[in-house]
């Protein structure tokens, strides 16, 4: 009796939970910058958490055709002295790994290794960046197996939402395209791989940037002696900057007969990363739905019950960016989801965020960043946008001191500016006939094919 007394007393200790600590500071390692003769910008970052070291090499080379998706797969698999296999087995022996991933903006060869061999990491990467040979028997795997992944994704109504969306806000600029009809991968050739890879993986077009146990003088010593000897490839043409104008609200439907749900996305064109808005952007975007305790979360699951997880993100790239809200309810609710969604919207561009929302999503900006830097490739991938998306180099190390001073009419001019409910796009996957009429006010209604 005695113990459950002390249990029962000692209760409310442990329910009162003590206000999360402030953030750390992230601590930046110095930054050295150089350009190789032939216009390969090496960028040097030491970092002595792990005797390692993380080698990413970037080129202004994104995946707006099957080419460039194409090309971007079958980059490591081989190259005019190296197999596939070899190249692996060469990773292994220095504690290393290597893989290559392509984004709207750009395609990036990730690799990392014990700190002892970035000599040998830089020729491995060098080596595949300059000669990659494209097998025939490589290129025609990475078709059938490219082919076999885009008939899966295009049965997930999440990602038919997305690529329509995509279509609606970017046009025929290189961002609407997301992955090609797997009935046109055939006629791409090795050929035609070694070509986009010859105009485009050129040093001048590229940036290398090296965060782990170095020394930034020995490092860059050695990234010349593997680099330097790169051609440099002609200038790249310009990339268009001409983008949709939607004079009103227009809904894309995408029939999916005997749905039971509607997956909802809401989105409309913003500005490039680099914009003065982006900072206050990506807050108010937080307060909307980009956080777990958002303005949707609490209207539309906890009060509506529509659904468990409303979101929204702001994406925004080197040329333009997108602001997206997004759910999946029942049929039954779809009309009244999109007009509370459209109504949080409009709420941020109208009414003033509160001081409690605003320290949250200061906080969780702060706590977010940090969590990223807790590694050699978490600070790679960071120091990565400052060049793929134009930023000023001091970007980084003023992110903090900006969020922290945002106000909330600077989150509700970004949010007035940019949450734009009128000329947006609402595309909805789901039964059509049975949400059609609940659709109907809320746009011209067109059913993709």
């Given at each position: 009796?005695?113990r ?21 500071p ?26 390692k ?19 971007a ?24 790994d ?18 002892d061999f970035?000599?040998?990491?830089f ?16 290129v ?29 806000v970017?046009?025929?600029?290189p961002y ?29 077009n ?32 310009a ?24 997956t ?31 303005r ?14 409303p ?12 602001v ?39 906080t ?11 590694s ?25 001191e ?24 609402i ?21 993709v094919?």
């Amino acid at each position: 009796m005695r113990r459950l007394l002390i249990f029962f007393i000692a209760l409310p200790l442990f329910a009162q939970q003590p206000p999360p600590a402030p953030p750390k500071p992230v601590q930046w390692p110095p930054m050295t910058e150089k350009k190789l003769d032939n216009g390969l910008t090496v960028v040097l970052v030491p970092l002595h958490n792990v005797p390692k070291v993380e080698c990413d090499l970037s080129f202004l080379a994104g995946r707006g055709s099957a080419v460039a998706q194409l090309a971007a797969r079958v980059l490591p698999e081989g190259t005019a002295t190296r197999s596939s296999k070899q190249i692996k087995e060469e990773l292994r022996a220095i504690g290393g790994d290597l893989s290559v991933n392509t984004d709207p903006d750009s395609t990036t060869i990730t690799s990392s290794a014990l700190s002892d061999f970035t000599p040998r990491l830089f020729e491995i990467v060098s080596d595949i960046a300059q000669h990659a040979s494209y097998p025939k028997s490589e290129v025609e795997l990475a078709k059938t197996n490219f082919a076999n992944e885009i008939e899966e994704e295009r049965s997930q109504p999440d990602f038919l939402a997305e690529e329509q969306l995509a279509k609606a806000v970017y046009g025929a600029h290189p961002y609407g395209f997301t992955v090609p009809d797997p009935k046109a991968l055939p006629k791409v050739t090795a050929s035609s791989l070694k070509e986009f890879a010859a105009a485009r993986y050129v040093p001048n077009n590229a940036v290398l940037i090296v965060v782990g146990d170095i020394e930034p003088g020995a490092a860059f010593a050695e990234a010349k002696k593997a680099f330097g000897g790169w051609k440099r490839g002609a200038a790249q043409p310009a990339v268009p900057t001409a983008f949709p104008k939607r004079e009103k609200r227009t809904v894309y439907f995408i029939d999916r007969p005997g749905s039971v749900q509607s997956t909802i996305y809401i989105g409309a064109i913003a500005p490039p990363r680099k914009s003065p808005d982006y900072i206050a952007l990506r807050t108010a975007d937080t307060i909307l739905g980009g956080a777990f305790y958002s303005r949707l979360t609490r209207n539309i699951r906890e009060s509506k019950g529509y659904s468990y997880s409303p979101t929204s993100f702001a994406v925004l790239r080197r040329y333009a960016g997108e602001v997206t809200t997004t759910a999946a309810v029942r049929n039954e609710v779809t009309g009244p989801a999109i007009l509370e969604m459209l109504y949080e919207m409009d709420r941020m561009r109208v009414e003033p965020v509160t001081k409690e929302e605003l320290d949250s999503a200061k906080t969780y900006s702060n706590g977010t960043m940090a969590l990223e830097l807790e590694s050699q490739a978490g600070f790679a991938q960071r120091i990565r946008t400052l060049y793929i998306y134009d930023l000023p180099r001091d970007f980084l190390t003023t992110f903090s001191e900006k969020i922290n001073a945002l106000t909330p009419a600077d989150i509700g001019n970004a949010a007035a500016k940019y949450f734009d409910t009128y000329r947006g796009a609402i595309v909805i996957v789901g039964d059509y006939k049975a949400v059609k009429a609940q659709v109907a006010p809320f746009g011209d209604v067109v059913v993709v094919k």
